[in-house]
């Protein structure tokens, strides 16, 4: 990692531009299937059979 990059691997740093720390985006989208209970009226309704792998 560069150091002064803004990059950090810790999950549970908080993040303020995504207002929340991967750890708990993780947990939004595996409850939701988004990154917050409050973005789901903005996604397609099908879009986790459209990106599945």
Do not use: C, H, I, V
Not at 32 to 44: I, K, Q, V
């Amino acid at each position: 990692m560069l150091l002064g990059s803004g990059w950090n691997r810790n999950s549970r740093f908080y993040s303020s531009p995504n207002r929340m720390t991967l750890t708990q985006s993780r947990k939004n989208f595996s409850e939701f299937g988004a990154m917050s209970e409050s973005a789901l009226p903005l996604l397609d309704r099908d879009r986790l059979e459209m990106y599945s792998k």
